[in-house]
T-cell receptor, first 116, second 115 residues
Framework: DQQVKQNSPSLSVQEGRISILNCDYT??????FLWYKKYPAEGPTFLIS?????DKNEDGRFTVFLNKSAKHLSLHIVPSQPGDSAVYFC???????????????FGQGTILTVHP | EPEVTQTPSHQVTQMGQEVILRCVPI?????FYWYRQILGQKVEFLVS????????KSEIFDDQFSVERPDGSNFTLKIRSTKLEDSAMYFC?????????????FGPGTRLTVL
């Protein structure tokens, strides 16, 4: 099942710089997209989401961009902090009326390391 | 801050034994889910539950699996006869509106080891 793909297994960034995490999807029925952060031995923690009717959503240091024609979304973190070091998962939901109450399909995750 | 809780944090069992994983979703949420993550693989959807019945299930969720909401607070996943390949982290989630964002909130997980 490769409906949601995160092609970069890892990303290393200097503190204060921008982190850009990417995600591609193939299912045209996805209408809601989310980013989760996960630390070892913990469950995924919701970070930010975007409905397919928007192309950008911003929350503090985190911005998610959605390019529907390219079936691509990205998460920008600026400025990056060492505490941001974690695994980041992209997830998508289909036919849920622009919410995430339907099943989530996850990407493989990207390990972000922010160096002081 | 409300959170999803899960017990136990780690369960070790022998192949063929039954296990029950327990979850307490966020109290005003109405949709509940189980996901699992086999080591090194993606987080995978197992089942969703709403209004006291299964609303959707994946191919993984076969007759060996069942879910129940035995009272107003707990949500359980039962595996009737565990297999080695059931070893994974199992995450419970619940869906609801928190502030201006509705999303699925995940518990810390139960690590199931089948020997």
């Amino acid at each position: 099942d490769q409906q949601v793909k995160q092609n970069s297994p890892s990303l290393s960034v200097q503190e204060g710089r921008i982190s850009i995490l990417n995600c591609d999807y193939t299912n045209s029925m996805f209408d809601y997209f989310l980013w989760y952060k996960k630390y070892p031995a913990e469950g995924p923690t919701f970070l930010i989401s975007i409905s397919s009717i928007k192309d950008k959503n911003e929350d503090g240091r985190f911005t998610v961009f959605l390019n529907k024609s390219a079936k691509h979304l990205s998460l920008h973190i600026v400025p990056s902090q060492p505490g941001d070091s974690a695994v980041y998962f992209c997830a998508a939901s289909a036919n849920a009326g622009g919410t995430s109450y339907g099943k989530l399909t996850f990407g493989q995750g990207t390990i972000l390391t922010v160096h002081p | 801050e409300p959170e999803v809780t899960q017990t136990p944090s780690h369960q070790v069992t022998q192949m063929g034994q039954e296990v029950i994983l327990r979850c307490v979703p966020i109290s005003n949420h109405l949709y509940f889910y189980w996901y699992r993550q086999i080591l090194g693989q993606k987080v995978e959807f197992l089942v969703s539950f709403y209004n006291n019945e299964i609303s959707e299930k994946s191919e993984i969720f076969d007759d060996q699996f069942s879910v129940e909401r035995p009272d107003g607070s707990n949500f359980t996943l039962k595996i009737r006869s565990t297999k080695l390949e059931d070893s994974a982290m199992y995450f419970c989630a619940s869906f609801g509106l928190e502030g201006s964002t509705d999303t699925q909130y995940f518990g810390p997980g139960t690590r199931l080891t089948v020997l």
